[in-house]
């Protein structure tokens, strides 16, 4: 069984930054996609950022955080990050963590469907 759990979440001031955290039960040698997903109110669930868990091949992000943010994984702890820069009011959700099977073509996407394994979610809220 996965097992996915986020922290870090909090409120921050536009221009702002948050570091969030997912501990996994995940030995990141198994072929895996990583992901970060955010949900705002009567919002659908948006990806975030993806990468493969060996860490090779390039991070995708969304265009609303390249730039600001950035993805990070700790192979050693089997955790992985979200270090987020100059938030913004729009950046307000709740951020989930995520763990899919890495399908045959091996690219790692931002489709929610195509990950199995959620953590429970941990809020950002910033304000103007």
């Known amino acids: 069984q996965v097992l996915l759990a986020e922290s870090g979440g909090g409120s921050v001031q536009a221009g702002g930054s948050l570091r969030l955290s997912c501990s996994s039960s995940?030995?990141?040698?198994?072929?895996?996609?990583l992901a970060w997903f955010r949900q705002a109110p009567e919002s659908e669930r948006e990806g975030v950022a993806a990468?493969?868990?060996?860490?090779?091949?390039?991070?995708v992000f969304a265009d609303s955080v390249k730039g600001r943010f950035d993805f990070v994984l700790d192979n050693a702890k089997g955790a992985l990050y979200l270090e987020m820069d100059l938030l913004q009011p729009e950046d307000t959700a709740v951020y989930y963590c995520?763990?899919?099977?890495?399908?045959?073509?091996?690219?790692?996407?931002?489709?929610?469907?195509?990950?199995?394994?959620w953590g429970q979610g941990t809020q950002v809220t910033v304000s103007s």
């Open positions: 995520a763990a899919g099977l890495r399908p045959a073509s091996g690219l790692c996407t931002l489709d929610p469907p195509r990950y199995q394994y």
């Open positions: 990468v493969r868990s060996s860490g090779h091949g390039a991070v």
């Open positions: 995940i030995d990141f040698v198994n072929p895996f996609c």
